[in-house]
């Protein structure tokens, strides 16, 4: 199951990974083999078997919504890489340097 | 004395202080050769020893105070918890794991994180952005992995139990290699809740101790449901002491035949099948079977985890905690380099396979067709244990590698062949000493229907007084580090 360097480069794209152009080509190897091996799920007879998501019988566990405490802004924020203020601080989204956002769209 | 299991230790009449002192000693002047710990935590350690000295008969459990060391990928309040990646290198969680908050709550002092694969993916411990964890038995061999650290601590007494997390194997292929026990208990029977996501539908945190009893005491504090982990069961917990020395006599044990065929190491083979005729003298009927499913297990594995590891991860973006990359001229650019030089090379590996299997056009035939298999396999086990009470299979197919020496992925996940079935169906499963192969421990592994750890550790520790097996211990090497 052979996967070409230009499926790893859109499947990086999906995991928002980037890669340099030997970990494509390493990839494009691993990834092939390790495909190679999982095809052999394709002999197994599975119509009309349903799928294990989980393996737990229940579903839906519910509780009452009450509200209770939260974590502390200040705590969670000491973690963040960058901040301004009460506020995580990011690279611009929209407009210059933002890829795809609101193209064509109505905002 | 640092040798012996836990409930010898708190029956020995020495203070609690005196047996924290003994593994902090330990852990500070021979975790330079082996790598166990990724933080040392001596003075919590020490904290909750005096704490339980001051208590005396007000003590919140009868292991109060006694010390245990926890794997990296458990949430510590106030504490580092690194998961073994540049990502998280310096992260302090706002919160704890339901399972340490239910170790803290009996008493017991945290003794440092122990060392993984990076976010618990890998079999040998080689895959931390820290450096590899090396086997106390022969430090040119890897622990196993992922939990390496913490079967690596308790094989070198520098701990006298810890908590490992199991995906595919993580808690008993290491204790199978460090020639410890390990249990993996019921999907849902442990509270996730804190431990960092890999694999949601698989991932189960259990003990590694150095004896049957310690797991079963270990397993009896963490065990429970917990309302913040809505995948944990709302099962009363047995008390896992009461029923552990019946013995075996009457109960049917399996020997699943595709668990000891190609690729198994004749000497592995041997020993466990040693194991299975001690059962056999102690009153079990032990049969061969088969599991004809079993042989797709890996493949529907290395379709299911890295799926889940894929979404589990894409929490790593650089924006509200972790690691960030310097010089992002966007935000598509942060994320992207972020997750370029926060992950190592494996992770970044089952990301892209469980992305490229969750993608359009590939989703039918890889997720949904390994999640089918996944129920034959369960299907599969159900029918065996309406024959038998329990399963015995050897727990990896050789004894621990060198450092260095599986470098080929797939090679590398052939390991974990006879430990992810278990996971797969949701089982319990046990790892315990059952001989050596060339010099190197060899670990049994027993599984159960879900949900009877009972049955499983009575059966595990009847094993384990017939087979009566000298403990392992480290290379002499090891111990000549000058206190």
Known sequence: MAISPDEVRHVARLARLALDEGEVERLAGELGAILEYVAQLQRVETAGVPPTAHVLDQVNALR???????LEREVLLEEAPDREGPFWRVPRVIGEGGENVGEGEER | MAWRPVHELAASGASRREIAELFVERAARLDGRVHA????????????AERADRAGGGRPSPWAGLPVALKDNLVTRGLRTTCASRMLADWVPPYTATAVERLEAAGLGCLGKTNLDEFAMGSSTEHSAFGPTRNPVDLERVPGGSSGGSAAAVAAAMAPWALGSDTGGSIRQPAAYCGVVGLKPSYGR??????VAFAS???????????VRDAAILLGLIAGHDPRDATSAERP???????????VRGLRVGLPREYFGEGVAPEVREAVLGAARALEREGARVEETELPSTRYALAAYYVVAPAEASANLARYDGVRYGFRAA??????????????KGFGAEV??????????????????????????????RREFGEAFRRFDLLLTPTAPTAAFRLGEVSDPLTMYMNDICTIPANLAGLPAISLPCGSAGGLPVGAQLMAAPF??????????????????QPWRPAAELEEVAP
């Open chain 2, 237 to 247: 917990v047995p008390d896992y002491l009461e029923r552990l020395e019946e013995g």
């Open chain 2, 201 to 211: 539908s698989l991932d189960q945190i259990g003990p590694i101790t150095r004896d």
């Open chain 1, 64 to 70: 009452e919504d009450e509200p209770g405490p939260g």
């Open chain 2, 348 to 377: 970044r590996r089952r990301i892209m396979l469980g992305t490229y299997a969750l993608s359009a056009g590939y989703y039918d035939q890889y997720y949904l067709k390994a999640q089918q298999v996944r129920t034959l396999i």
């Open chain 2, 37 to 48: 710990f990724l933080t040392q935590t001596p003075e919590r350690a020490l904290e909750a």
């Open chain 2, 190 to 195: 442990v509270s996730r809740y804190g431990l």
């Open chain 2, 327 to 340: 010089g992002a001229t966007s935000y598509a650019d942060l994320y992207d380099r972020t997750r370029q």
């Open chain 2, 452 to 469: 009877e750890e009972a049955l499983l550790l009575r059966a595990a520790r009847a094993l384990e007084a017939a087979l009566s097996l």
